[in-house]
């Protein structure tokens, strides 16, 4: 009978033990994670901009008194362009 995975049992009957179960699961872990921390990087950077956007056009300091009219940003990396 097969309680475990048979190919992890040696010749009598003993499952392998693994010296290293840390590295092991920080190993499985960085291969989970591997595609999600790009992505919800690259959402929380979009959502940093469309933030910086909304304070750079409610700054008072931004406001042209000729033209009477405030900052608007037309583009999500005007941020990026000021700087």
């Known amino acids: 009978m097969l ?8 010749e009598k009957g003993k499952v ?3 010296g290293f179960p ?4 920080f190993g499985t ?5 591997t595609n999600l921390v790009p ?13 910086q956007a909304i304070f ?10 000729e033209q009477d009219m ?3 940003a037309q583009s999500s990396n005007l ?5």
């Open 3 to 10: 309680n475990k995975a048979f190919y992890l049992e040696m």
């Open 16 to 18: 392998i033990e693994d």
């Open 22 to 25: 840390f590295v092991k699961k």
């Open 29 to 33: 872990w960085i291969l989970i994670f």
């Open 39 to 51: 992505i919800s990087l690259m959402v929380t950077a979009d959502m940093v901009k469309l933030f």
């Open 56 to 65: 750079m056009a409610n700054d008072a300091v931004m406001y042209d008194e």
């Open 70 to 72: 405030a900052m608007r």
């Open 79 to 83: 941020n990026e362009e000021l700087g």
